[in-house]
């Protein structure tokens, strides 16, 4: 038996199913989970000391690659002062002012721990502001699991969102729509049929979280104008965009102004660190100045809180997004012409720092295209890049990251090892 196996066996008797969060366990990849012991750049390294060069980045955070030598400076600096104060600091005031400068909607911003935290708070705020109930998501948009978010698309469009988590109340999943993402026409007709009941739409703008699918710029704006005719808060889920695709986050891409954002990973620098935030009129109506309560021990953290400011400063340097954008194309295009040689049906995408591999010929641009991928394909792709010492999400449905570590011989290498995984799929 390995050591990974041996880990992995031993983890499921004290936590289920082994991992702390359900992706980290393999299910739809097969497989024996790898227990990572260290990283440092654009590797880390297993239990049995195996080096991969790592594109989850722990699902986005580490954008500079692992352990920094800045931002370890930077959270060692500050560890001797304090672990945890539960009381405001100087350095909260900084990553908030940062996070304003960077994000030019963002107005005011409360710092939470998760993402989940992020988003469950920005729809309580949403639904306090308009003093309404009804919030619209979309298929295949993740956003945490607070209760209201762990929907699926009911029968039709007038019915009420069905739970996609067991524990979920159908009290709480029918104040849920969830609508086709891309779809103009459908969103139209949401609203005119109850758009007066609408507090938020929540949209990941850039999504991840069914592999990369860009939203069309059509989409984004009628979200907007929609929003703008009936009064309801328009909140963009950049928690894996912002940061990724764009300094100024999906919405400097698009330029598109929603009324609320939430943020985290890259402001963490890989430290339990989120944000949620925007007009300050809305923002207003947060606790302890208005009566939407919201609250968190260890928000604004200041270790988190050292390597997320940190790693925003870093990021500023001039070109780092062409950079990463420049670096991330030429691993995704480099995977498309190993593919079409070894002539296995592929195709990929990449915005910013972020990509997406589909087993199938098109670019899918909705959900129910993404449906239509070879996952049989991907899953044997991805054990042989694993063997091979490339690790990516072990998921058809989650999109990849390339951090400012990874350099050319790092992707050159990732497409050789590619060249011999396409060969032994086409075989
Ligand atoms: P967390 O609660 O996991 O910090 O953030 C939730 C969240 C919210 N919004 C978006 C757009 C997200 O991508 C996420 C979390 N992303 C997943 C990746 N598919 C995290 C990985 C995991 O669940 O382990």
Same mark, same amino acid.
């Given at each position: 038996?390995?050591?990974?196996?041996?880990?992995?066996?031993? &983890?499921?008797?004290?936590?289920?199913?082994?991992?702390?969060?359900?992706?980290?366990?393999?299910?739809?990849?097969?497989?024996?989970?790898?227990?990572?012991?260290?990283?440092?750049?654009?590797?880390?390294?297993?239990?049995?000391?195996?080096?991969?060069?790592?594109?989850?980045?722990?699902?986005?955070?580490?954008?500079?690659?692992?352990?920094?030598?800045?931002?370890?400076?930077?959270?060692?600096?500050?560890?001797?002062?304090?672990?945890?104060?539960? &009381?405001?600091?100087? =350095?909260?005031?900084?990553?908030?002012?940062?996070?304003?400068? %960077?994000?030019?909607?963002?107005?005011?911003?409360?710092?939470?721990?998760?993402?989940?935290?992020?988003?469950?708070?920005?729809?309580?705020?949403?639904?306090?502001?308009?003093?309404?109930?009804?919030?619209?998501?979309?298929? *295949?948009?993740?956003?945490?699991?607070?209760?209201?978010?762990?929907?699926?698309?009911?029968?039709?469009?007038?019915?009420?969102?069905?739970?996609?988590?067991?524990?979920?109340?159908?009290?709480?999943?029918?104040?849920?729509?969830?609508?086709?993402?891309?779809?103009?026409?459908?969103?139209?007709? =949401?609203?005119?049929?109850?758009?007066?009941?609408?507090?938020?739409?929540? #949209?990941?703008?850039?999504?991840?979280?069914?592999?990369?699918?860009?939203?069309?710029?059509?989409?984004?704006?009628?979200?907007?104008?929609?929003?703008?005719?009936?009064?309801?808060?328009?909140?963009?889920?950049?928690?894996?965009?912002?940061?990724?695709?764009?300094?100024?986050?999906?919405?400097?891409?698009? *330029?598109?102004?929603?009324?609320?954002?939430?943020?985290?990973?890259?402001?963490?620098?890989?430290?339990?660190?989120?944000?949620?935030?925007?007009?300050?009129?809305?923002?207003?109506?947060?606790?302890?100045?208005?009566?939407?309560?919201?609250?968190?021990?260890?928000?604004?953290?200041?270790?988190?809180?050292?390597?997320?400011?940190?790693? %925003?400063?870093?990021?500023?340097?001039?070109?780092?997004?062409?950079?990463?954008?420049?670096?991330?194309?030429?691993?995704?295009?480099?995977?498309?012409?190993?593919?079409?040689?070894?002539? #296995?049906?592929?195709?990929?995408?990449?915005? *910013?720092?972020?990509?997406?591999?589909?087993?199938?010929?098109?670019?899918?641009?909705?959900?129910?295209?993404?449906?239509?991928?070879?996952?049989?394909?991907?899953?044997?792709?991805?054990?042989?890049?694993?063997?091979?010492?490339?690790?990516?999400?072990?998921?058809?449905?989650?999109?990849?990251?390339?951090?400012?570590?990874?350099?050319?011989?790092?992707?050159?290498?990732?497409?050789?090892?590619?060249?011999?995984?396409?060969?032994?799929?086409?075989?």
């Amino acid at each position: 038996m390995s050591k990974n196996q041996a880990l992995f066996e031993r &983890a499921q008797r004290t936590i289920p199913g082994g991992v702390n969060s359900p992706v980290r366990a393999f299910r739809s990849v097969g497989g024996t989970p790898r227990f990572i012991e260290r990283a440092q750049g654009a590797y880390f390294w297993d239990a049995e000391g195996k080096r991969y060069i790592d594109y989850i980045g722990s699902w986005g955070p580490m954008i500079l690659g692992h352990v920094h030598p800045e931002v370890l400076d930077a959270v060692q600096r500050v560890l001797a002062n304090g672990f945890s104060f539960g &009381a405001p600091t100087e =350095a909260e005031i900084e990553i908030a002012e940062e996070i304003c400068k %960077l994000v030019p909607s963002i107005e005011q911003v409360r710092m939470v721990s998760s993402g989940t935290e992020a988003t469950m708070s920005a729809l309580r705020l949403a639904r306090g502001f308009t003093d309404r109930s009804r919030i619209i998501k979309f298929e *295949g948009c993740y956003h945490g699991h607070a209760d209201s978010l762990l929907v699926k698309a009911g029968s039709g469009l007038l019915t009420f969102g069905n739970p996609t988590s067991a524990g979920v109340p159908a009290d709480i999943a029918k104040h849920t729509t969830v609508l086709e993402y891309n779809n103009v026409e459908q969103l139209n007709e =949401a609203f005119k049929a109850f758009g007066p009941e609408i507090a938020s739409v929540i #949209v990941e703008p850039v999504a991840g979280n069914m592999n990369l699918v860009r939203a069309t710029p059509e989409f984004l704006d009628a979200l907007r104008e929609r929003c703008n005719e009936y009064g309801a808060v328009l909140i963009f889920d950049e928690v894996m965009c912002g940061f990724r695709v764009a300094l100024g986050g999906a919405q400097q891409v698009y *330029g598109i102004k929603p009324d609320l954002t939430c943020l985290g990973k890259v402001i963490g620098g890989g430290m339990p660190a989120a944000a949620f935030g925007g007009r300050r009129d809305i923002m207003a109506h947060l606790a302890p100045l208005g009566g939407v309560y919201q609250a968190g021990t260890l928000s604004g953290n200041p270790i988190a809180v050292a390597a997320g400011l940190k790693t %925003l400063k870093l990021i500023q340097r001039p070109g780092f997004y062409d950079d990463l954008a420049k670096q991330t194309r030429k691993l995704v295009d480099g995977l498309t012409r190993a593919a079409r040689d070894a002539k #296995v049906p592929f195709s990929a995408d990449s915005i *910013g720092g972020m990509f997406g591999l589909y087993f199938m010929d098109q670019v899918p641009g909705s959900f129910a295209q993404i449906q239509q991928g070879d996952t049989k394909r991907f899953n044997a792709f991805f054990h042989a890049m694993l063997d091979a010492g490339v690790y990516f999400a072990p998921s058809a449905f989650e999109a990849g990251f390339v951090s400012s570590a990874h350099d050319d011989a790092i992707v050159d290498a990732t497409i050789d090892a590619a060249r011999g995984a396409f060969a032994s799929l086409a075989a």
